[in-house]
């Protein structure tokens, strides 16, 4: 298979907090479903090496907004760029560069049913690259260890996991390719507060080793105090604020107020 | 892209991962370079498999010329050193940085595991014996499941939750939805009937006997059948699918819960839905074929409409409508139950639902035929 190495991930992997250089930048974004605008003029930039936490209430367009960049959602207005590079000026081979230093958690795993938890995590080896079986496999048990399954999950199907053994199957999924940035579509709901500490860990931990890029759609507060480096908030079609924990605090918005400031956060920062 | 800070050192970029060989004095030297990477490891993958049989006591790995490294080249650089190590052989990192040493690190655990034991599926003197006896049970199951099913169709029909909307909306589209195309095919086999049968009856000059022929296949065979086969087709499908994609969703067990019984609510309205439609269907299905055959017999044995219609109407009787309407809602009922036990039987992928629409639409076509084949029987010994 042809390959161009338009993308050097492994460049993009090193979190140099003082470069603060743009992974994935979207300018001016504009999404609508028939008269429904659901994005409009949106800004947001991810910068390299970051775990970035998106919050916004339900229905606001978060996972919009994440299958836009992902080119999955037609936009009506605005630019993504991903690597520095605007998708919709690539040819075939750039894209599949981009795509391979991409790898993605969909809200509810979207493992495929048929295959094995093993089969899973090969798909897009077996898809890019041609690697020898033996090491192919030995590549899956090392995502499988990586994201904390245990070994024996290797041969589950999708419907003899639990909850959170789907996440992190497809988390293990996602990191298939050692990419550059992950997206996380609330990787932690529906997951037990233990689970989901254990899981937010997990992002953390892989994030400081292996340089990666966290764009993490969440709800989850424990998972935007403990694991996030910088915080958007997403709320009247727009990113209302970016930034630290320590700016969403002292934010004069009122749904940011309210969100980092009602009951439930007060007991967290305590 | 061209990166921006390109550091001198940087050696080939997209060049594969390699090894060079210094020998010294004491032991061997290896200078790892290029791309450690997922995409470009399988290169130096079998030569890393053999270095634990090769390499002498003591061996350096030099980390200087690294381009790039990720998971799969730290895991294949561990998994190496774990098997000198067991080897009993010393192995030391050189110019290691503190990355890759936290890579390194990280893979450890992975490098010393094996590949856990796959659940075997066990193949033995006795496996086709099993599989023989497993699939007679399973047959077995699957009849005492059908009738469970429309045991508790019946039972569920007296319950609560039967809504007469949701019957209705059923006949709309297994009955109605599917007007056309039983239409068509009716009239087309009608049509073929006709041909086929005024040819072979030209030659004893009695083609006005193709009105007896066709009129009496349509009516008592082709009309029912070839409409059952089609729902079969076209119904069956549909109703497997709807409930085994509820069912992979567990939006049957939520109906288990809510306290509605499951096979009250989905199965018993499609099940009445398709004993009202099917006969309906085949009054329109008769029709057709009978149309299609008038057109034909008009226009290659110069039977006029008047005598085509009298002359059916001279041989035809009630009887005759009746023994093909009498089987098809039995028909429709074995359809219904084949499809909603299929539709229950599908597991959690996508997979086992495509294997059980499959099923349910073979299994629906076959007892169908059979079905008819049955009736034919019983008619000829009752003298119907
Ligand atoms: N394919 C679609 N067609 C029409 N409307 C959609 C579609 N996808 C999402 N929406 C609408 O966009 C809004 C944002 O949805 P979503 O991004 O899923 O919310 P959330 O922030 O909870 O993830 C919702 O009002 C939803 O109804
Ligand atoms: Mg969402």
């Known amino acids: 298979m042809a390959m161009t190495e338009t993308v050097d991930k492994t460049e993009w992997q090193v979190g140099d907090a003082e470069e603060r250089r743009v992974i994935l930048s979207a300018e001016d974004i504009t999404v609508r479903f028939g008269t429904q605008t659901v994005l409009d003029g949106l800004d947001l930039d991810v910068y390299a090496g970051e775990v970035l936490g998106f919050i916004g209430p339900s229905g606001s367009g978060k996972s919009v907004l994440l299958r836009t960049v992902l080119g999955l959602n037609r936009k009506q207005g605005g630019t993504i760029s991903l690597f520095g590079q605007n998708i919709e000026e690539l040819d075939e081979d750039e894209r599949t560069a981009i795509d391979m230093a991409m790898g993605v958690l969909f809200q509810h795993g979207a493992l495929f049913s048929s295959l094995n938890v093993l089969e899973n995590i090969q798909v897009p080896m077996r898809e890019y690259l041609d690697l020898p079986k033996k090491l192919m496999n030995e590549l899956a048990m090392l995502k499988i260890e990586m994201v904390g399954l245990p070994p024996e999950a290797a041969w589950k199907f999708p419907d003899e996991l639990s909850g959170g053994m789907v996440k992190r199957a497809a988390l293990a999924r996602a990191l298939s390719l050692d990419p550059a940035i992950v997206f996380l579509d609330e990787p932690t709901s529906g997951l037990d507060p233990i689970g989901a500490a254990d899981f937010d860990e997990l992002v953390r931990q892989l994030s400081d080793t292996l340089g990666l890029t966290v764009y993490m759609v969440t709800h989850d507060l424990d998972s935007l105090f403990s694991v996030c480096d910088r915080i958007a908030v997403l709320g009247d079609k727009k990113v209302r604020v970016a930034g630290t924990i320590e700016d969403m605090l002292v934010c004069e918005d009122p749904w940011v107020q309210s969100y980092f400031n009602g009951k439930r956060a007060r007991q967290i920062k305590r | 892209m061209a990166s921006e800070d390109d550091n001198a050192e940087s050696i080939a970029k997209g060049e594969a991962a390699g090894v060079q060989e210094h020998r010294s ?28 049989s090769t390499a002498p006591e003591r061996i350096v790995l030099d980390f200087a010329s690294i381009a790039n490294i990720d998971t799969a080249g730290a895991f294949v650089i561990r998994r190496t050193v774990e098997e000198l190590r067991q080897a009993g052989k010393s192995v030391e990192f050189r110019n290691i940085s503190h990355s890759e040493e936290v890579l390194l690190d990280a893979v450890a655990d992975a490098a010393s595991q094996s590949m856990p034991e ?10 086709p014996f099993a599989v023989i006896g497993r699939s007679v049970f399973a047959m077995a199951e699957q009849m005492k499941y059908a009738f469970g099913i429309l045991g508790s169709a019946i039972a569920g029909s007296s319950g609560h939750g039967i809504s007469l909307t949701a019957i209705v909306a059923q006949i709309h589209r297994i009955g109605v939805g599917a007007i056309p195309v039983v239409l068509l095919m009716n009239a087309i086999i009608g049509a073929i009937v006709a041909q086929q049968g005024a040819f072979q009856l030209r030659y004893f000059g009695a083609e006005i006997f193709v009105v007896d022929l066709v009129s009496v296949l349509v009516l008592r065979e082709t009309g029912a059948l070839i409409t059952a086969i089609m729902i ?7 109703i497997t699918a709807e409930i085994g ?13 809510i306290g509605l019984n499951p096979i009250g609510v989905l199965v018993f309205p499609r099940l009445v839905a398709l004993m009202i439609a099917l006969p309906l269907l085949t009054v329109a299905a008769n029709a057709a074929g009978l149309a299609g055959a008038m057109v034909i017999a008009n226009y290659y044995s110069d039977i006029s409409y008047t005598a085509f219609i009298t002359r059916m109407g001279g041989w035809i009787d009630v009887t005759t409508v009746f023994a093909g309407l009498v089987k098809t809602p039995f028909m429709a009922l074995a359809i219904g139950v084949i499809a909603s036990m299929e539709g229950m039987r599908v597991g959690g992928s996508a997979e086992s639902l495509g294997a059980r629409v499959t099923a349910s639409v073979v299994k629906a076509i076959f007892v169908v035929i059979v079905l008819d084949g049955l009736f034919a029987i019983f008619f000829a010994s009752i003298g119907f």
């Open chain 2, 118 to 127: 796959k659940p075997s599926s066990g193949f033995g003197l006795l496996t």
């Open chain 2, 232 to 238: 079969a087709g076209r119904s069956g499908s549909a």
């Open chain 2, 245 to 257: 994609s509820m069912k992979m969703r567990e939006e049957v067990d939520a109906l288990k819960v």
């Open chain 2, 25 to 52: 004095e004491d032991g061997r030297e290896l200078s790892l370079t290029g791309n450690w990477t997922t995409r470009s490891i399988a290169a130096i993958d079998g030569w890393m498999r053999e270095l634990a």
